[in-house]
């Protein structure tokens, strides 16, 4: 009898210190800031009805403005758990591609768009989930998110002549990204993050994100300092590595330099009385990434106008090395307008 009450005991002592466990520490926003992060949330819910109720405190505990999430494996449950939330809203896509979400603040954000890109079948193999491009207002400033999940794996080296190749696919998928980017948000606020599955901080020769290193003009991972620093601050405990990433573009960079601007890997396990390995077991295998940002207003003289005749100035592969015109290639094409440009080199020379 006395061992039975003590079982009874027990189980009440687990249940309690469960369901009082709050993430009221964990908070990032502020009210004077965008505050947006990325998070892969492995095939939601992982564990089922303890992850809904664990996610389920810490989106509001974050108090992030938007979250780009990957990997929903069940929307249903992931818009009922939404739905039970107060003050916050998703966008998802229903069609062929899943799992690319963005959860963000009623009070904070006005949606003003959402749209997949590059959803053709011609597509499929350096992106096979369609980025999720979301057009939104911040304090009244227009900016654009673009959530993304690259293809995972591979053994770190670029194989140029393999299209198949995990790092050549991603390589690929750097290069649609910038490529969009530079074509259809020439002078835009733009922020691109998501689950990038490869590290920013590599050697030319083995970094798919060149198109966007090439030009540092034009981008700025956010998160670099985050990538170069020790790994318990990385993204991905498990192998460790850093492989969720923030890049921002030119129109946000002098805001980045901002005293106020913060850029953290969330480390929400040490806010749980598991620690890790609950989170692990439980949630994710990822960490949040977010950034703390104040956008400046822009006024309509501070617009670049680009000129309509552009002059090529370089060009080279998708590597970044300086080549001259080839037929039957894939070349990055550099104007003097600052714009860089993804042809494949089809006629005999080279041509505007």
Same mark, same amino acid.
């Given at each position: 009898?006395?061992?039975?009450?003590?079982?009874?005991?027990?189980?009440?002592?687990?249940?309690?210190? #469960?369901?009082?466990?709050?993430?009221?520490?964990?908070?990032? $926003?502020?009210?004077?800031?965008?505050?947006? @992060?990325?998070?892969?949330?492995?095939?939601?819910?992982?564990?089922?009805?303890?992850?809904?109720?664990?996610?389920? /405190?810490?989106? %509001?505990?974050?108090?992030?403005?938007?979250?780009?999430?990957?990997?929903?494996?069940?929307?249903?449950?992931?818009?009922?758990?939404?739905?039970?939330?107060?003050?916050?809203?998703?966008?998802?896509?229903?069609?062929?591609? $899943?799992?690319?979400?963005?959860?963000?603040?009623?009070?904070?954000? /006005?949606?003003?768009?959402? #749209?997949?890109?590059?959803?053709?079948?011609?597509?499929?193999? +350096? *992106? +096979?989930?369609? %980025?999720?491009?979301?057009?939104?207002?911040?304090? @009244?400033?227009? &900016?654009?998110?673009?959530?993304?999940?690259?293809?995972?794996? @591979?053994?770190?080296?670029?194989?140029?002549?393999?299209?198949?190749?995990?790092?050549?696919?991603?390589?690929?998928?750097?290069?649609?990204?910038?490529?969009?980017?530079?074509?259809?948000?020439?002078?835009?606020?733009? &922020?691109?993050?998501?689950? *990038?599955?490869?590290?920013?901080?590599?050697?030319?020769?083995?970094?798919?994100?060149?198109?966007?290193?090439?030009? +540092?003009?034009?981008?700025?991972?956010?998160?670099?300092?985050?990538?170069?620093?020790?790994?318990?601050?990385?993204?991905? +405990?498990?192998?460790?590595?850093?492989?969720?990433?923030?890049?921002?573009?030119?129109?946000?960079?002098?805001?980045?330099?901002?005293?106020?601007?913060?850029?953290?890997?969330?480390?929400?396990?040490?806010?749980?009385?598991?620690?890790?390995?609950?989170?692990?077991?439980? &949630?994710?295998?990822?960490? %949040?990434?977010?950034?703390? &940002?104040?956008? !400046?207003?822009?006024?309509?003289? /501070?617009?670049?106008?680009?000129?309509?005749?552009?002059?090529?100035?370089?060009?080279?592969?998708?590597? @970044?090395?300086?080549?001259?015109?080839? %037929?039957?290639?894939? *070349?990055?094409?550099?104007?003097?307008? $600052?714009?860089?440009?993804?042809?494949? !080199?089809?006629?005999?020379?080279?041509?505007?």
């Amino acid at each position: 009898m006395k061992k039975l009450i003590l079982i009874n005991l027990l189980g009440i002592v687990i249940c309690s210190c #469960f369901s009082a466990q709050t993430f009221d520490n964990l908070s990032f $926003g502020t009210d004077e800031s965008l505050d947006i @992060g990325t998070w892969n949330i492995e095939w939601f819910p992982k564990n089922g009805n303890t992850t809904v109720n664990y996610v389920k /405190e810490i989106i %509001p505990a974050l108090d992030l403005d938007i979250l780009a999430i990957q990997e929903i494996d069940d929307t249903t449950v992931f818009k009922g758990m939404i739905d039970e939330l107060d003050s916050f809203d998703y966008i998802l896509m229903d069609g062929w591609f $899943g799992g690319l979400v963005y959860v963000y603040n009623t009070e904070r954000i /006005e949606i003003e768009d959402a #749209f997949e890109i590059y959803t053709s079948s011609q597509y499929w193999s +350096p *992106l +096979p989930r369609s %980025p999720l491009v979301l057009k939104f207002k911040h304090l @009244g400033e227009t &900016i654009y998110a673009i959530n993304n999940h690259f293809k995972c794996c @591979g053994d770190g080296y670029i194989d140029l002549s393999d299209n198949g190749d995990e790092e050549m696919r991603r390589l690929e998928a750097s290069t649609l990204i910038e490529n969009y980017i530079s074509e259809s948000l020439p002078n835009e606020r733009v &922020i691109v993050l998501g689950d *990038l599955n490869d590290l920013i901080a590599e050697p030319a020769s083995s970094n798919v994100f060149t198109p966007f290193l090439n030009a +540092p003009d034009e981008y700025m991972f956010a998160d670099m300092e985050l990538a170069t620093g020790p790994s318990s601050g990385w993204s991905y +405990p498990s192998w460790p590595s850093h492989i969720d990433h923030i890049l921002i573009t030119n129109e946000l960079i002098s805001d980045f330099w901002n005293t106020n601007t913060v850029v953290e890997s969330l480390d929400i396990a040490t806010h749980m009385s598991g620690g890790w390995n609950s989170y692990d077991s439980n &949630i994710s295998d990822h960490r %949040p990434v977010a950034m703390r &940002i104040t956008p !400046s207003p822009v006024e309509i003289n /501070e617009i670049l106008i680009h000129s309509e005749t552009r002059k090529i100035i370089g060009i080279t592969d998708l590597l @970044g090395r300086e080549c001259n015109y080839e %037929p039957g290639k894939v *070349l990055l094409f550099r104007y003097n307008d $600052g714009s860089v440009t993804k042809r494949f !080199s089809s006629s005999a020379s080279q041509i505007e």
